[in-house]
């Protein structure tokens, strides 16, 4: 899945270092409001790529994940739940694993254009 999302450079980029949303000098959140067109464009990319990995994932694993703030949240907490349940099915090999997780992301890119 990351190769797709390394498509968008920026939306790679925020998936790996995160997003916040802005606040001012007293650590106060900014009403987006008054959010300027940088601030309003850094928003828009995390959605962007929160929207693209939502779409990519299943009900269970959502599920699984819980709640999340940002598009780096989900990300992480999607590696975390695929490291602790190893998604090989029994008697899976590594290339049949592969091809599935490639259709996946097949599907993915088709519901994404």
Known sequence: ????????????FNII???KAPIDNAEIPIDPEHWN????????IDFKALNTLQCGLTKEELNHI?????????????????????????????????ARIKDILNRLHTISH
């Open 1 to 12: 899945m990351d190769v797709y999302l390394k498509i968008d450079f920026n939306q790679w």
């Open 17 to 19: 270092g995160g997003y």
């Open 37 to 44: 067109p940088e601030m309003k464009k850094k928003a828009q």
């Open 66 to 98: 819980g709640p999340h703030k940002n598009a780096k949240e989900l990300w992480d907490k999607f590696i975390e739940l695929h490291e602790r349940t190893n998604d090989a099915k029994e008697g899976e090999s590594a290339s049949k694993l592969n």
